[in-house]
């Protein structure tokens, strides 16, 4: 079984910057995937980045030269790094590890871009 606890969410104003982090517990594999998805009011989950095991990263065009997604191998924390934050990045951000055909999700932390 795996645990993921997700922070670092809040209110922030367009153009600003906030960092999450996803805290991964269990039993966690040497090959995996990890990554963030989002969630806006009436949207379907969608990808936002992911990172490997072996540090190959993917991000959504959408956030592709303003979100950097990274890993503390020591920690076993996954951060997303998000500046030029825009309001329709507004919305629940999860933590999401996949491994041995198992997907796992955090309970979701909260970004709003408003002024």
Not at 20 to 41: E, V
């Amino acid at each position: 079984q795996v645990q993921l606890v997700e922070s670092g969410g809040g209110l922030v104003q367009p153009g600003g910057s906030l960092r999450l982090s996803c805290a991964a517990s269990g039993n966690i594999f040497s090959f995996y995937t990890m990554g963030w998805y989002r969630q806006a009011p009436g949207k379907q989950r969608e990808l936002v980045a992911t990172i490997t095991s072996s540090v190959n990263t993917n991000y959504a065009d959408s956030v592709k030269g303003r979100f950097t997604i990274s890993k503390d191998n020591a920690k076993n924390t996954v951060y997303l790094q998000m500046n030029s934050l825009k309001p329709e990045d507004t919305a629940v951000y999860y933590c999401n590890l996949r491994q041995a055909l198992k997907t796992y999700w955090g309970q979701g932390t909260q970004v709003t871009v408003s002024s």
